[in-house]
């Protein structure tokens, strides 16, 4: 057997034999097939590149059909029980999972670089007491980045790092501010005794206490949705950064253009979509009213169905079972019995059935936000939190990638053909 591709092109009866490298064919091979001398050549044309492979990448491993998600390898269903997320964001950055030193050396990095410049408090004065935390959070990155004029030099690897730190350390405190603003309480600022997900806590919930002491359980379930969160290979917003990255422009907005990417109700912001959907749903008896609707189009069932996984996400499975024991804390929520409802439903429905449609993700996280105290404004904004690590273990791994240069898509043109310019008094 022969690795390549036999292609007849019956326009001209040529025949083209290319090669077949990991399951795929390179666009660039097909430009050699022309019908004459003048001729492009033939592009393929593949809109929300459903079945294009735009870079080779080490990072995250996905099987959608089994259900299988691997950072470096790791499954996500160990990483999630035993891990922590800075030890996870060390692994997709660099590699390998780090010797006890070198986490205790990272932690301390992270820690150490949390505090914001006091003009960011300045600077959040001038919003609106609702402003979105996305709208912020994007703005603040770019802002950053005017701070951190030495992170233009991405091929030197120290700046490159120091810079990779001061955004996973930053990215809390952005959000804690945001949200502190906008209910009209003082900043907190970050308490070095505290992990990553219980320094958030603090920032975001400690009122006159001397020092916030964050529930463990809380803590710990923050923890494991950042991990579970913390990467997805080349989805929309990875893809965003990768692609503003590729003009060489420095990590700050490259993440600020990813973050804008997550913003939207088809990526980051399905989960506060499913907590909206379950309001209005309201009881578990409305359930079959509602799959009724989803099946006649008139609505989506949100927090359902992936690009990538035609089987349960298995995060999702992951955040089902941290559900149980956040409520232990918190209490139920009530919404988790429509939720319960619509999955079994759903799971029994040909109409999901046939298209391979299962909880994803967001179905169960939004649920454990808001029994956490979360308004769903900022549920987009714990996801951005977490996957600052992926975009930017993508970004360098893009960076350091010879075959990659600035990306810049074809297009097939379909506007008009060659017209002269009329001017406007002549135009009738
Ligand atoms: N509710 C109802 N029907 C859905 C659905 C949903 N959540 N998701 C997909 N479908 C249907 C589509 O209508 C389509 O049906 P058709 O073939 O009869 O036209 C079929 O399933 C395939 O869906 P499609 O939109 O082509 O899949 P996609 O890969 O382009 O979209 C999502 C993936 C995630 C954008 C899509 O499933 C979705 O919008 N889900 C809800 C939003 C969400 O939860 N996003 C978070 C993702 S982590």
Request: with cysteine; charged share 25%; hydrophobic share 35%.
């Amino acid at each position: 057997m022969t690795d390549t591709l036999t292609i007849t092109d019956n326009r001209t009866g040529k025949s083209y034999e290319v090669p077949v490298t990991d399951g795929t064919v390179r666009a660039m091979d097909l430009r050699q097939i022309k019908v004459n001398e003048s001729d492009f050549g033939l592009m393929s044309y593949d809109p929300a590149y459903k079945n294009t492979a735009s870079c080779r990448s080490a990072i995250t491993y996905i099987d959608g059909d089994k259900g299988i998600l691997r950072y470096r390898g790791y499954p996500i269903e160990q990483l999630a029980e035993q891990s922590t997320y800075l030890e996870v964001a060390y692994l997709l950055l660099k590699g390998e999972l780090p010797k006890r030193a070198e986490l205790d050396a990272w932690q301390y990095e992270i820690t150490t670089h949390t505090y914001l410049h006091e003009f960011f408090k300045t600077s959040m004065e001038g919003y609106r007491y609702d402003a979105h935390p996305m709208g912020r959070l994007v703005a603040f990155l770019g802002t950053l980045s005017t701070f951190y004029t030495d992170s233009k030099e991405i091929h030197d690897p120290i700046i490159r790092e120091q810079n990779i730190v001061r955004i996973i350390a930053k990215m809390p405190t952005i959000a804690a501010w945001a949200y502190r603003h906008s209910l009209g309480r003082p900043y907190v600022y970050p308490d070095n005794d505290l992990s990553y997900s219980g320094n958030f806590l603090s920032m975001l919930f400690k009122i006159a206490e001397p020092s916030y002491q964050p529930n463990p359980v809380l803590e710990r379930a923050l923890d494991v949705l950042f991990i579970l969160h913390a990467d997805h290979e080349q989805n929309c917003s990875t893809a965003a950064a990768r692609s503003v990255g590729s003009s060489q422009a420095d990590p700050y907005v490259s993440l600020a253009a990813a973050s804008a990417a997550l913003y939207g109700p088809l990526h980051g912001g399905a989960n506060e979509q499913v907590l909206r959907m379950l309001d209005r749903i309201g009881s578990k008896a409305a359930v079959p009213d509602f799959i009724k609707r989803v099946k006649n189009r008139e609505a989506k069932l949100m927090g359902f169905g992936h690009r990538v996984y035609k089987n349960y996400d298995p995060r999702a499975r992951v955040i089902k079972k941290l559900a149980d024991q956040v409520f232990e804390v918190t209490g139920p929520n009530p919404r988790l019995d429509i939720a319960l409802e619509l999955e079994r439903i759903a799971l029994e429905d040909e109409f999901f059935v046939q298209r391979k449609l299962y909880p994803n993700v967001d179905f169960y996280s939004g649920l454990i936000y808001e029994a956490m105290g979360f308004p769903v404004e900022m549920f987009p904004v714990l996801f951005a939190i977490p996957r600052a690590s992926g975009w930017l273990a993508q970004w360098s791994e893009m960076l350091d990638d010879k075959e990659q240069k600035i990306a810049r898509p074809r297009q097939i043109y379909t506007g008009s053909g060659h017209r002269d310019y009329v001017p406007s008094y002549e135009r009738g």
